[in-house]
């Protein structure tokens, strides 16, 4: 608390010769400005509170950076990877007439056996601009051959 003594009648007019004489001393006690009080208007402003959503923004944006930082590393470790296949060259193929009871894993181990079936699969989608693995008899589709 502070105390602040005050002359005149305290609106700031000038005081008459006759009173000036008689001037009286005034004691106000005022107390200290809060922090942040805004001293042109003289209000107060109110502290910075954190809400639940502004609480759940601070953790959660945090957590999804991390976790996207985690997965573009890890897709950046795991490409070279997928790059070892070798590539099948022109005219390294043929042309093959899908027979019942047939599929693209019968396909695959027969014509190129000594390579996985899951690689040739994957080739002969390549090749073939298939969607699926399925075939239908009497379909002409290109395979790669063995090496």
Avoid at 101 to 126: F, M
Wanted: aromatic fraction near 2%; glycine fraction near 8%; charged fraction near 20%.
């Amino acid at each position: 608390m502070a105390l602040a003594i005050l002359a005149g009648n305290g609106h700031g007019a000038p005081l008459p010769a006759k009173q000036e004489a008689r001037r009286r001393l005034k004691v106000v006690h005022c107390r200290a400005a809060a922090p942040g009080t805004d001293f042109r208007s003289g209000a107060a402003q109110a502290p910075l509170r954190l809400t639940r959503r502004g609480r759940l923004v601070l953790v959660v944006l945090p957590v999804f950076a991390a976790a996207l930082a985690v997965l573009v590393a890890w897709s950046a470790l795991m490409a070279p990877a997928k790059a070892g296949g070798e590539a099948v060259g022109p005219g390294a193929v043929e042309t093959v007439t899908v027979q019942p009871g047939q599929s693209l894993w019968s396909i695959a181990e027969g014509r190129v056996p000594d390579q996985d079936p899951r690689v040739t699969i994957s080739q002969i989608r390549q090749l073939n601009d298939l969607e699926s693995t399925r075939v239908l008899p009497g379909e002409q589709i290109v395979v790669p051959l063995a090496r």
